[in-house]
């Protein structure tokens, strides 16, 4: 028997129980091999990025980009999106987007102009600011 195959779950609400469920793909949540699985299988997604400097967590990664101008990195980042979209979709994974956002780090006093641009971000449970401050993770 593998240890991927011939798997299923049940869930239960208010005590109760649903009926079995097949689970065809993923690993079993907890389990010793889990995170080497998990490893093995995301391995060969920054091939598949055409630029930037990609840093992995257990539930996250993170795509560094950096350019010359906002426009260069721009389009570096869409690239870059496409690109992940595209590894998800041939790997059965779906991008999440509400929490895929993008965060322009700068000195004090420039200016960049964006679109939609964030003045913080939340990554591996740490507040990052777009002046590199600790005052949202303070607060």
């Not at 391995?43 to 101008?69: K, R």
């Amino acid at each position: 028997m593998s240890f991927l195959s011939n798997r299923s779950i049940r869930v239960n609400v208010n005590n109760v129980l649903s009926k079995k469920y097949s689970v065809d793909l993923g690993v079993a949540q907890g389990s010793i091999l889990a995170p080497l699985i998990f490893v093995l299988f995301i391995n060969d997604m920054s091939d598949h990025i055409p630029s930037g400097c990609m840093i992995n967590s257990a539930y996250d990664t993170c795509i560094a980009v950096a350019g010359d101008n906002v426009s260069a990195v721009e389009d570096s980042v869409s690239r870059i999106v496409e690109a992940m979209d595209g590894w998800c979709k041939k790997n059965r994974l779906i991008m999440n987007k509400d929490n895929t956002v993008r965060i322009h780090f700068h000195s004090a006093n420039g200016q960049i102009v964006t679109t939609n641009q964030m003045e913080y971000t939340k990554f591996l449970g740490i507040y990052i600011d777009t002046k590199l401050s600790w005052s949202k993770q303070i607060d």
